[in-house]
């Protein structure tokens, strides 16, 4: 049998992995499950020396490159650097500061790590995002000469905002304020103070010296016989033995490839959470396609496993030839993830231009990668002073906080951050610069599990054109003119006259009036309040498809409630559709003059129940985008002030024309 692939993401760089040692590898042959952390501070704080200390005192490093760190940094004219251990550019080395995220395993005890040595340059926080949103603990470093920095700061809300809640402060470079105790306890003090603000309860707050080497493996009893707390790397191997065991959560299986080997096709990814075993049934979302765990697939000689537990990185082939591929995650029937294409977070934005309101973003959470928009701010904090800002924002700036609504352009599945955290996190990307990134604050799970999976199997199939190239190519957006107001207020005539003028000037519009709804889509329902409920809820539906196929709809319904006609705009903005809504106000007086089938004489003699304004309640807009008052001016002024309006919603501003690739667009 040839030997299974190596299933690792493709974003994934590993830098080395020692082999594994005596009987220390996974049960089954599987990827040894390994704990992944991050290393974080301010420049210059020492982070590279303390990588390069660890992977010296564990034995890890390969063969020679402890060999040319002293031939460095002897030509240097200096001691052993250990920080050349990890410096692999020149450029690097020339300006002192780590400039992209290094991932180095190593081994200690018996138990394996992975360290993602972050940068700490303000200019190059960014890449911490990356790192940390794959953290599950983290390393924070402080200067003991230098104390807490701004960058300090923001690490730490940066780790708490992506949930790695589990950090060891370590407060480096002792041996530059001679070994002070006194100064160790008051950036303790500091630093635990300033973590709890952020709800993190360090491990453990430990005084070290990476370039002496003294309580990173070693006790210094010398020169820090005071401390009687544990060394880093006993601190490590302690909080990883102390860790909840992820086996008992959710299966969370993210697929990062599938490879062919004759006629087997072998799925390849990493389990995020819970264990998988063969012959269990594995449904992969978003299309809910299910087949059976055939076998797990082994690397080398190792024997064949049966059952693989959190944190591996494992292969499989299953019972039936489903379609799997990149970004698909697997569950078990009876706890599936949430898919969805609106997503809740709280984000923290790194980039320097702002993130606006509608303005287009990969998200990136786990092996998925999808266009997202933002559609809805809902609350800022300050990053400096914590301090929620309750002003109306439509945009978050650089180093803000913020929580937020995503729309997806399609489905996402994910997790609620603190009931799975591996697919509860992810990272923002403008282009090819990661802008920032964020964990998931709240999931709508179904009530029944089972049946959201063995009902219909849905797949939701996503075209290649953009909004931006059908704006493009039609010269105008697509959005909802919704028109509400009493039986006989004039909606139907005012839409009847704004389609035609539209028309005219070449934008592509399309009435969908009440009545006309009703004689088909609505044809099975009544008017009862959960009738009519239905009513404006499927029509919004038919509304935002159309829409966001490039036309202009005008929504002609009574829709008397405020609440339904909420929910259609805040259905709307989550899809990144321009929506109106359009009081049509005439008194009931004028109405029923105007009453051309006699509705209102009919209800008021009791032949009609439920009608609107007579036995029904309508409730007017409290803030509606504009009002027409259709008793007091005439059709045509009425419709000439709807179309200024309108065509200020749709069309398209010279810059938007050009970022979306012309009359023709992109695709």
Known sequence: MPPAPKAVSKDYVPVFFPKRQGGAGAAGGAEEAR??????????HGKSTLIGRLLADTGSLPEGKLEAAEKASREEGMPLEYAFLLDALLEEQAQNITIDTTRIGFRYEGQSFEIIDAPGHREFIKNMVTGAAAAEEAVLLIDAKEGCKEQTRRHGLLLSLLGVSQVIVAVNKMDLVGWDQARFRELEKEIREYLGGLK????????????????????????LGWWKGPTLLEALVASRAKKPSGDEGPLRFSVQDVYRFDERRVVAGKLESGTIQVGDPVVFFPDRKTSRVKTIETWGDNQASTRVGTGRCVAVTLEEQIFVERGHVGSLPDHPPVESREVRARIFWLDAEPLRLQAPVTLRLGTQSVETRLVAIDRVVDADKLEAVNEAREEVGRFEVAEVRLRCRRPLVYDAHDQVAATGRFALQRGSRIGGGGIIIF???????????KGEHLTWTEGRVTSEARAAHF????????????????????????????????????????DNLRHGL???????????????????????????????VISSLISPLRKEREAVRASSHSAGLSFAEVYIDAPIEACEKRDPRGLYQKARKGEIRGFTGIDSPYEKPENPDLILHTDKESVEDSVAKLLRHVLGLVQLKEKDQESAGGPGGQI
Do not use: Q
């Open 475 to 514: 010269g105008h957006e697509g959005a909802i003119v919704w028109l509400t107001g009493l039986s006989g207020s004039g909606k139907s005539t005012i839409a009847v006259a704004l389609e035609s003028l539209l028309f005219r000037r070449g934008i592509g519009s399309m009435i969908l009036d009440g």
């Open 522 to 552: 609505c044809a099975d329902l009544g008017f009862s309040i959960e009738d009519r409920a239905e009513n404006i809820r499927r029509a919004g539906e038919v509304a935002k498809l159309m829409a966001e196929s490039g036309l202009v």
């Open 35 to 44: 704990t992944s952390i991050v290393v974080v501070g301010h420049v210059d």
């Open 200 to 223: 993190i309860i360090p491990r453990e707050v430990i005084p070290i010296s990476a370039r002496e080497g003294a309580t990173v493996m070693r006790r210094d009893s010398k020169n």
């Open 443 to 453: 999931a709508e799970y179904s009530l029944s599990l089972a049946k959201a999976v």
